[in-house]
């Protein structure tokens, strides 16, 4: 199957267009007409909206290279190949991701925008957007995995054995995600920020449990890896959970007072068996006597 990837698309002399440039642009028009057309049906303004999709995209780029260079500081020879992505290619997907979440924040908050409607609307475009790039990252031989022998394995560009493809997993996952989701919000009767919840926690998720499936001698710090896959799942719950607008008083005391009312019950329970071992002892030594 590795001649289905084609790193360059196609070349000019001397000029080199590759594929995965061409699926990034591909990704992010996509991701950012989805924004642009689902915003523009909420009436929300044209030109704000894609101001604040080109806002998350540095946002994410930013802090997503900031983490990447605090966690694999030995790659750089010195700060300058901070801004030198040719050089020291890298981003970290936690970092991106709360990179693009904050800007969004600072952005939405500024224009009073009800946070939960524009997040729902942002994940859409990121799922699609996500889905359209990792097909690009697979199809220039990229994104492998641990050796198959499954019928999945896939044989990469200058790999002879056959590899799990993350990079399509998550493609394929990415876009069936985008259309459930897309389902659900065209009905309009779901809470707002409940979109973005579930799909950040089910990224999370999805990422974390591809981790066992990936090379990990390819990671610079697996652990790591996976706490950071793990928080988003984490983070994806915690959103959920704040545009539910319960409260945690609430809450809390409902926990306690079900805490309460187990023990209470398993206090009868203990009441009970020890009158029901009391009857018996009772009876056996009438029976004795009688005997």
């Known amino acids: 199957m590795g001649v289905f990837m084609q790193?360059?698309?196609?070349?000019?002399?001397?000029?080199?267009?590759?594929?995965?440039?061409?699926?990034?642009?591909?990704?992010?028009?996509?991701?950012?007409?989805?924004?642009?057309?689902?915003?523009?049906?909420?009436?929300?303004?044209?030109?704000?909206?894609?101001d604040l999709v080109v806002l998350m995209v540095l946002g994410g780029i930013v802090l997503g290279r900031i983490v990447?260079?605090?966690?694999?500081?030995?790659?750089?020879?010195?700060?300058?190949?901070?801004?030198?992505?040719?050089?020291?290619?890298?981003?970290?997907?936690?970092?991106?991701?709360?990179?693009?979440?904050?800007?969004?924040?600072?952005?939405?908050?500024?224009?009073?925008?009800?946070?939960?409607?524009?997040?729902?609307?942002?994940?859409?475009g990121i799922l699609l957007g996500l889905g359209i790039y990792r097909i690009g990252f697979f199809s220039s031989g990229n994104g492998f995995g641990t050796v198959t022998n499954s019928i999945l394995g896939v044989i990469f560009l200058g790999i002879p054995e056959k590899?799990?493809?993350?990079?399509?997993?998550?493609?394929?996952?990415?876009?069936?995600?985008?259309?459930?989701?897309?389902?659900?919000?065209?009905?309009?009767?779901?809470?707002?920020?409940?979109?973005?919840?579930?799909?950040?926690?089910?990224?999370?998720?999805?990422?974390?449990?591809?981790?066992?499936?990936?090379?990990i001698t390819l990671m610079k710090n697996p652990n790591l890896t996976l706490i950071s896959r793990l928080s988003i799942m984490v983070l994806g719950s915690l959103f959920l959970y704040y545009f539910s607008e319960r409260k945690i008083k609430l809450d809390f005391g409902l926990i306690v007072r079900l805490k309460q009312k187990f023990s209470n019950l398993l206090l009868k329970k203990g009441k009970s068996?020890?009158?029901?071992?009391?009857?018996?002892?009772?009876?056996?030594y009438s029976a004795t006597q009688k005997s």
């Not at 050089?87 to 904050?102: D, E, T, W």
Request: with cysteine; hydrophobic share 50%.
């Open 163 to 215: 590899r799990h493809p993350i990079s399509l997993y998550e493609a394929v996952f990415f876009l069936f995600a985008f259309i459930v989701l897309y389902v659900f919000w065209r009905k309009k009767t779901i809470q707002k920020g409940t979109i973005f919840s579930l799909g950040l926690a089910t990224v999370g998720v999805l990422k974390s449990l591809l981790y066992f499936l990936e090379d």
């Open 273 to 284: 068996r020890d009158g029901e071992d009391k009857n018996r002892s009772s009876q056996n």
């Open 68 to 124: 990447f260079f605090l966690l694999n500081r030995s790659l750089f020879s010195s700060v300058l190949d901070f801004f030198l992505f040719w050089k020291v290619a890298g981003v970290s997907f936690f970092g991106g991701v709360c990179g693009a979440i904050l800007a969004a924040m600072a952005y939405i908050r500024h224009h009073h925008w009800p946070m939960g409607l524009i997040f729902d609307i942002l994940m859409l």
């Open 7 to 50: 790193p360059i698309f196609f070349q000019l002399g001397s000029v080199k267009i590759y594929t995965l440039s061409i699926f990034l642009s591909l990704a992010f028009l996509s991701a950012t007409l989805v924004v642009w057309r689902e915003g523009r049906r909420r009436n929300f303004e044209e030109e704000k909206i894609l």
